[in-house]
């Protein structure tokens, strides 16, 4: 735990909040793209700990949560016909259909699995020829090349019962729509190490010049994310607008080639829908046509399931960065991790869910809040109010 622990330092974090107040003089808004940035920061209180002219916000950097409601009806329409073994991990069993949740279709006999790695539910069609698999491929860039090579692997292995069921976004296309809305607060961007650990960072220069932003890739540890928040702070003052890699041990600007060519051959770039944000041009992957066969929608003929959002769940506006989970009057109360209105109070990197498990329940943290473990930072010190 050596490497981790250095990245958890309280002195070293002390310094940079010492430097970030130093530095700023007027307030500043910070979106973080990560949800697990988001976790992290809640976790520390990092959020509590920066200078009040220092706000971050809270964006659509969750996978599970940004999986739109059709797509969850149809892996659930999927998941419930006899024939399908359905694969997912596990934070997408308890994400809200309609009118139910995979958890639901697996009680009522549906063959539903927690597989850990796409390879897995690739083992498992070898495994079993009979029936047909479908594995539900989510996430952002960086789960994609592992999705991308099991679907690769299947028709190498001539796996005709293997399929994905396939929900990619992509974020640079998201960060062009958050600063076009008009009510964008947002004056710079903390952007997900591991997005760009395997994407590189050819994508956001553009963005950076085009929106006049900062953008420091992150990485996800107490230390990362205030040195990113120290840079974008030097850059906002001296009103500078450009890309910075604060995630050196994992980040190359070229990305990972090897990932990047596998995502080439077996998906193309697409329109996606967001749940809670809605369409937004070129914001994802699809099969290409020569993997069309291993497309679920296609294979299941469930392309045509149209949905609407509940009105009662306010997660499109958290994710936006709009509100914070504890404005929604459903938060905590109607909704809780086990009786989800939305994703976000579901998936691990849900914002909701953040809120929730370490307490923020008006807001603050609460006096109860656990210390939390395994972080060298002491607890008075990384989360005041607890």
């Known amino acids: 735990m050596k490497y981790i622990d250095e990245f958890n330092d309280p002195e070293l974090a002390r310094r940079l909040l ?3 107040r130093a530095t700023v003089t007027r307030p500043w808004a910070l979106m973080e793209v990560c949800g697990g940035q988001t976790h992290s920061i809640i976790r520390h209180g990092i959020d509590q700990l920066l200078p009040e002219e220092v706000e971050l916000i809270h964006g659509p950097g969750c996978p599970v949560c940004v999986t739109p409601l059709e797509v969850i009806d149809k892996a659930l329409e999927i998941a419930a016909r006899p024939e399908v073994i359905f694969c997912s991990f596990g934070d997408m069993l308890r994400v809200p259909g309609t009118d139910r949740d995979l958890f639901r279709v697996k009680g009522e006999g549906g063959d539903v699995r927690v597989v850990y790695s796409p390879l897995d ?3 498992l069609a070898r495994q079993n020829p009979g029936r047909q698999v479908v594995f539900f491929a989510i996430g952002f860039e960086t789960t994609a090349p592992a999705n991308a090579m099991a679907v690769h692997q299947a028709r190498r292995l001539g796996l005709d019962n293997f399929s994905l069921l396939v929900s990619h976004v ?3 296309p998201a960060i062009e729509a958050i600063m076009t809305a008009p009510d964008c607060r947002v004056q710079g961007f903390l952007a997900a190490g591991h997005v760009c650990s395997v994407m590189g960072t050819a994508e956001y ?4 010049q085009r929106h006049r932003v900062p953008v420091v890739v992150t990485g996800f540890e107490p ?3 205030l040195e990113g928040i120290r840079r974008a702070v030097h850059q906002l003052e001296r009103g500078e607008h450009r890309v910075e890699n604060a995630y050196p041990r994992a980040v190359r600007e070229t990305g990972n080639p090897a990932a990047l060519r596998m995502l080439e051959e077996v ?10 944000i ?3 041009p070129a914001s994802g992957w699809r099969l290409s046509d020569a993997y069309r066969a291993f497309d679920a929608e296609y294979r299941f003929d469930v392309e045509g399931i149209r949905t609407e959002e509940p009105a009662v769940c306010r997660a499109g506006e ?3 960065g709009l509100i914070k989970p504890t404005e929604c009057s459903a938060f905590g109360t109607t909704c809780t991790p086990r009786t989800p209105l939305g994703a976000t109070m579901v998936s691990n990197e849900g914002a909701c869910a953040a809120y929730y498990l370490y307490r923020r329940l008006n807001g603050q943290a609460s006096p109860a809040a656990p210390a939390p473990q395994g972080s060298r930072v002491p607890h008075e010190e990384m989360n005041p109010v607890g």
């Open 170 to 172: 992509r974020v640079p």
């Open 278 to 280: 809605g369409r937004i």
């Open 267 to 276: 998906f193309e770039v697409a329109d996606r829908s967001w749940r809670g």
């Open 18 to 20: 010492d430097e970030i």
């Open 223 to 225: 230390l990362d994310i």
């Open 205 to 208: 220069p553009e963005l950076a």
């Open 121 to 123: 539910a690739l083992q």
């Open 318 to 320: 958290v994710l936006q």
